[in-house]
C-alpha cells in the first residue's frame, strides 16, 4: 500500500480489526521508509448502483455525497456521525441486497430525510430545504406545519416500515 506521506509503495500492516458490522476491515499500517503510521479500509467488492438523477442523468452512487448532505444538516445538532455513517452504508447495502442497479435520486432524498425527520427535526427542515429548493420562508413554514403535524399524529400510532426502492 503506498504511503500517503512519503509515496513510498511499501508498508506493513501493525493492527486489523473487523468493523462491528463484519462488512469491513481497519489496518492500522506504518511506513518502513518515513514511520509514520495512515489507516486503510478493505470492504468487499460490490456493485456500484447507478443514481438517476432529476434531469435524467446517470451516475454512480456515491456514499460521500450522501454523508457529506447530511453531516451539512446535521451541523450542530446532537446526530452521531456514527449514526449517520451507519444509515448510508445500510442504505447502500439495502440497494445492493436486493439486486437494484439503478435507483432514482427522488427515493434516496425521501430516504435521507425519512431518517432525519426521526432523530432530529432541525437537521431534517435543513435538508428539506436544500433537497427541496425551498425559495422564501412560506416553504419553510408549510415542512415546519407538517412536520408538527406528523409528530401529533405518530403520537397517537407507531411509524410505519420504511420503503423499499422502487424496482
Known amino acids: 500500500m503506498k504511503c500517503p506521506f512519503c509515496g513510498d509503495l511499501d508498508s506493513r500492516v501493525v493492527d486489523s480489526r473487523v468493523s462491528p458490522d463484519g462488512a469491513s476491515i ?35 452512487f456515491r456514499r460521500h455525497k450522501v454523508l457529506e448532505g447530511m453531516l451539512r444538516a446535521c451541523e450542530k445538532t446532537s446526530v452521531p456521525v456514527q449514526d449517520l455513517e451507519a444509515f448510508v452504508d445500510s442504505l447502500l447495502a439495502g440497494i445492493q441486497d436486493r439486486g437494484i442497479h439503478e435507483v432514482e435520486s427522488r427515493w434516496i432524498g425521501e430516504q435521507v430525510m425519512g431518517f432525519l425527520r426521526e432523530r432530529d427535526p432541525v437537521a431534517y427542515v435543513r435538508f428539506a430545504s436544500v433537497y427541496r429548493k425551498f425559495t422564501d420562508i412560506t416553504a419553510f413554514e408549510e415542512e415546519i406545519r407538517a412536520l408538527l403535524g406528523r409528530r401529533r399524529r405518530r403520537t397517537r400510532k407507531d411509524t410505519p416500515a420504511p420503503e423499499d426502492p422502487p424496482r
Not at 486503510?40 to 443514481?51: C, G, I, M, N, Q
Open 26 to 60: 481497519r489496518r492500522r499500517r506504518e511506513c518502513p521508509e518515513c514511520r509514520r503510521r495512515f489507516t486503510t479500509w478493505e470492504r468487499r467488492e460490490e456493485f456500484v448502483p447507478v443514481v438517476v438523477k432529476k434531469d435524467g442523468r446517470r451516475e454512480e
